[in-house]
């Protein structure tokens, strides 16, 4: 199907490893091979346009700064546009010049011929400068923005009373409301922008809008302060909460879509001194569909891992704090074991996504259905595989290490700094360290390391201080693939787009199973995990960085206990 991408391993542009790494990716999310090159940042769209049009024989254009006349604009609706990712470029020869990523999707291109009733020219241009190009010429992401309508607002000074948000807010239907659309879009632009939460808080003066994007928290337009009550109410009525309980937090979800994909928005009101604060989770199926050789393990680690999670029992611990990929992580591991010979039961607070073939609970508090509680009611479905969401207290700790000596496979999480510290964590926590020390299969640490931006990386050489404080080598200071981004649009000027774990994999052995029998301290324990071959957090973003995929800085963070 893609073997051309072959060519990117001849020349060196990448190894074979990536090529591989990418297809298991493309299976996973049903995806190409050669989007996922681009995803995991190996090639930028550009260099994959470029390949794909000298292999296929077509001619490549350059969109950016392209004006393209309305007259050529107007041949294709904007939603054809949109829907299939194309632009007409031109006319030539009462021939329709359109723009592709894909010009082998001969669905499309059909498709194009019977609308249009005209020949079609296909020329070839990155997915992202396509979508670029629809939005500078259909007028939406470019001349709506969140910071545009904010603008808007401020202008005209709607006077948003407590009636008038009312009304604005009583039909779904009406999507051309002011405080909708505004709603809508600040959803839209942060999927968009690859958010994963978004936060509007208020001030005595204002309302703050932040989307956190890589870990990182990046500022829009601030809002009129009258707009909060309207705005809050419509992001209430769209989770299905009380719009006239203002004192006390709420939960909810939203189902929403953008950009042609089903997302699943976690939404938390929270009263404050100046109103209510909103901060919507944005979660993505795709993301736990990432498989486990996408994760960004090691080869050895990778290795392990897959043999922990084959055992038939016995517990194994994913620590970090929140925000460090410890679900995508154990929701990888569930999707590999999937199969319809085991049954998986999961106990989660709260169900974050959906998974086909698996039995899920959420925990209840208000009606007393807890952690330990539903361990228990599981345990007589027969399970053959048992996530429990987070170890709190001593009753779930025993009862999720009993689970697992009565022939269980027990997945679950704690928040530890480390690896070894998961040990000590438990017997503080009240569980006798005998349990722990003959269920405890291994435990990941784990955190997110930002991925340096393929458009603008750049090479780069530590410098003399790093050098000194990660203690490169001559040899690894020549050898090392150190990379830096410049800054660009496409990646907001961070330099960084995306991010990717790194991990520290503690496997139990006689003697570190001794060592926790003994309630020894953490530190010997993670003395004695170096000795056996460990790898720390920080060892396994070195190595990440000295592969080109991440920076220094992003190392040095971790280094000093930044998440």
């Given at each position: 199907?893609?073997?051309?991408?072959?060519?990117?391993?001849?020349?060196?542009t990448?190894?074979?490893?990536?090529?591989?790494?990418?297809?298991?990716?493309?299976?996973?999310?049903?995806?190409?091979?050669?989007?996922?090159?681009?995803?995991?940042g190996?090639?930028?769209?550009?260099?994959?346009g470029?390949?794909?049009?000298?292999?296929?024989?077509?001619?490549?254009?350059?969109?950016?700064?392209?004006?393209?006349?309305?007259?050529?604009?107007e041949?294709?609706?904007?939603?054809?546009?949109?829907?299939?990712?194309?632009?007409?470029?031109?006319?030539?020869?009462?021939?329709?010049?359109?723009?592709?990523?894909?010009?082998?999707?001969?669905?499309i291109?059909?498709?194009?011929?019977?609308?249009l009733?005209?020949?079609?020219?296909v020329?070839m241009?990155?997915l992202?400068?396509?979508?670029?190009?629809?939005?500078?010429?259909?007028?939406?992401s470019?001349?709506?923005?969140?910071?545009?309508?904010?603008?808007?607002?401020?202008?005209?000074?709607?006077?948003?009373?407590?009636?008038?948000?009312?009304?604005?807010?009583?039909?779904?239907?009406?999507?051309?409301?002011?405080?909708?659309?505004?709603?809508?879009?600040?959803?839209?632009?942060?999927?968009?922008m690859?958010?994963?939460?978004i936060?509007?808080?208020?001030?005595?003066?204002?309302?703050?809008?932040?989307?956190?994007?890589?870990?990182?928290?990046?500022?829009?337009d601030?809002?009129?302060?009258?707009?909060l009550g309207?705005l809050?109410?419509?992001?209430?009525?769209?989770?299905?909460?009380?719009?006239?309980?203002?004192?006390?937090?709420?939960?909810?979800?939203?189902?929403?879509?953008?950009?042609?994909?089903?997302?699943?928005?976690?939404?938390?009101?929270?009263?404050?001194?100046?109103?209510?604060?909103?901060?919507?989770?944005?979660?993505?199926?795709?993301?736990?569909?990432?498989?486990?050789?996408?994760?960004?393990?090691?080869?050895?680690n990778?290795?392990?891992?897959?043999?922990?999670?084959?055992?038939?029992?016995g517990?194994?611990?994913?620590?970090?704090?929140?925000?460090?990929?410890?679900?995508?992580?154990?929701?990888?591991?569930?999707?590999?074991?999937n199969?319809?010979?085991?049954?998986?039961?999961?106990?989660?607070?709260?169900?974050?996504?959906?998974?086909?073939g698996?039995?899920?609970?959420?925990?209840?508090?208000?009606?007393?259905?807890?952690?330990?509680?539903?361990?228990?009611?599981?345990?007589?479905?027969?399970?053959?595989?048992?996530?429990?969401?987070?170890?709190?207290?001593?009753?779930?700790?025993?009862?999720?290490?009993?689970?697992?000596?009565?022939?269980?496979?027990?997945?679950?999480?704690?928040?530890?700094?480390?690896?070894?510290?998961?040990?000590?964590?438990?017997?503080?926590?009240?569980?006798?360290?005998?349990?722990v020390?003959?269920?405890?299969?291994?435990?990941?640490?784990?955190?997110?390391?930002?991925?340096?931006?393929?458009?603008c990386?750049?090479?780069?050489?530590?410098?003399?201080?790093?050098v000194d404080?990660?203690?490169?080598?001559?040899?690894?200071?020549?050898?090392?693939?150190?990379?830096?981004?410049?800054?660009?649009?496409?990646?907001?000027?961070?330099?960084y787009?995306?991010?990717?774990?790194?991990f520290?994999?503690?496997?139990?052995?006689?003697?570190?199973?001794?060592?926790?029998?003994?309630?020894?301290?953490?530190?010997?324990?993670?003395?004695?995990?170096?000795?056996?071959?460990?790898?720390?957090?920080v060892?396994?973003?070195?190595?990440?960085?000295?592969?080109?995929?991440?920076?220094?800085?992003?190392?040095?963070k971790?280094?000093?206990?930044?998440?």
């Open positions: 199907m893609a073997d051309w991408l072959e060519r990117f391993v001849q020349d060196g990448i190894g074979e490893s990536q090529l591989e790494e990418a297809r298991s990716m493309a299976a996973n999310l049903g995806i190409t091979p050669e989007d996922a090159l681009v995803r995991l190996y090639i930028s769209g550009a260099d994959l470029r390949a794909q049009s000298e292999e296929f024989g077509y001619e490549f254009v350059e969109l950016e700064g392209l004006q393209i006349p309305n007259s050529v604009i041949l294709v609706t904007e939603s054809m546009a949109r829907e299939n990712i194309v632009i007409p470029t031109g006319v030539e020869d009462d021939a329709v010049i359109i723009a592709m990523h894909n010009p082998n999707n001969i669905e291109l059909d498709k194009l011929r019977f609308v009733n005209r020949e079609i020219k020329v241009a990155p992202e400068s396509i979508q670029g190009a629809i939005n500078r010429h259909y007028g939406q470019e001349t709506e923005s969140v910071d545009s309508m904010i603008s808007e607002f401020t202008e005209t000074q709607i006077d948003f009373t407590a009636v008038e948000a009312a009304q604005a807010l009583a039909g779904d239907e009406d999507d051309s409301a002011p405080i909708i659309r505004l709603a809508n879009l600040i959803i839209t632009e942060a999927v968009q690859r958010a994963s939460d936060h509007i808080e208020p001030f005595e003066d204002r309302v703050r809008i932040r989307y956190r994007i890589d870990g990182v928290l990046m500022e829009r601030s809002p009129p302060k009258r707009l309207a809050v109410s419509r992001f209430k009525i769209m989770a299905r909460m009380d719009i006239a309980e203002k004192r006390r937090p709420q939960d909810g979800r939203i189902k929403t879509r953008a950009g042609n994909k089903e997302f699943d928005l976690r939404v938390s009101i929270l009263p404050t001194n100046h109103g209510q604060a909103v901060v919507m989770r944005i979660l993505d199926r795709d993301n736990i569909k990432i498989g486990i050789r996408n994760l960004g393990f090691g080869e050895d990778y290795r392990t891992f897959q043999n922990i999670i084959r055992r038939p029992n517990i194994f611990l994913v620590t970090g704090p929140t925000g460090s990929g410890k679900t995508t992580t154990l929701y990888s591991a569930l999707g590999e074991l199969r319809p010979d085991r049954k998986i039961i999961t106990a989660e607070d709260p169900v974050e996504y959906y998974l086909p698996i039995n899920q609970v959420e925990v209840r508090h208000n009606i007393g259905l807890d952690f330990a509680r539903i361990i228990k009611a599981m345990l007589r479905q027969a399970p053959n595989v048992i996530l429990v969401g987070e170890i709190r207290d001593t009753e779930t700790g025993e009862m999720a290490i009993q689970a697992s000596l009565t022939g269980h496979l027990v997945f679950s999480t704690l928040h530890t700094n480390d690896a070894p510290s998961s040990i000590t964590r438990l017997i503080d926590m009240g569980v006798q360290p005998f349990l020390a003959c269920s405890l299969m291994a435990v990941l640490a784990q955190r997110l390391v930002r991925v340096i931006c393929p458009k990386r750049e090479p780069y050489q530590p410098t003399p201080e790093e404080f990660f203690n490169i080598s001559p040899t690894e200071l020549e050898d090392g693939q150190w990379a830096r981004g410049k800054g660009c649009n496409n990646c907001q000027h961070t330099g787009k995306g991010r990717r774990a790194v520290e994999l503690m496997t139990m052995n006689t003697t570190l199973r001794e060592m926790a029998f003994n309630s020894e301290p953490g530190q010997n324990i993670r003395r004695q995990a170096r000795l056996l071959g460990m790898r720390t957090l060892e396994d973003a070195k190595d990440k960085a000295f592969d080109g995929m991440t920076t220094l800085a992003e190392v040095m971790l280094s000093k206990g930044g998440h």
